[in-house]
């Protein structure tokens, strides 16, 4: 199973831009799936975006499309979320989560079997 730990998270203005980290480790990366979900108080965990280990093909959220950009660091494990022109709605905990690399499918949380513990993002208007 594959380890995540989530960091960079915190307090930004709206408008404003952050990129969150996710650090993996326990097994190499190949044919997985690395993705970003996020969740609000009060609501589900919802996709936010995806990117494929082996040829960094990535998806994105119709919410996030234009502002957020996922991105991989093969060297260094690690997958990255930039965050820009941020908005008070997407305050929320977020979630760095793998699966296997093997289907279409990849916008439901079930999907993924590993999951990082969550970094606070708070978008402030």
């Known amino acids: 199973q594959v380890q995540l730990v989530e960091s960079g998270g915190g307090l930004v203005q709206a408008g404003g831009s952050l990129r969150v980290s996710c650090a993996a480790s326990?097994?190499?990366?190949?044919?997985?799936?690395l993705g970003w979900f996020r969740q609000a108080p009060g609501k589900g965990r919802g996709f936010v975006a995806c990117?494929?280990?082996?040829?960094?093909?990535?998806h994105y959220a119709d919410s996030v499309k234009g502002r957020f950009t996922i991105s991989r660091d093969s060297a260094k494990n690690t997958v990255y979320l930039q965050m820009n022109s941020l908005k008070p709605e997407n305050t929320a905990v977020y979630y760095c989560?793998?699966?296997?690399?093997?289907?279409?499918?990849?916008?439901?949380?079930?999907?993924?079997?590993?999951w990082g513990q969550g970094t606070q993002v708070t978008v402030s208007s």
């Open positions: 326990g097994r190499t990366l190949t044919n997985h799936r």
């Open positions: 990117i494929s280990w082996g040829d960094s093909s990535t």
């Open positions: 989560a793998s699966m296997w690399d093997y289907y279409s499918s990849y916008d439901r949380a079930p999907l993924y079997d590993a």
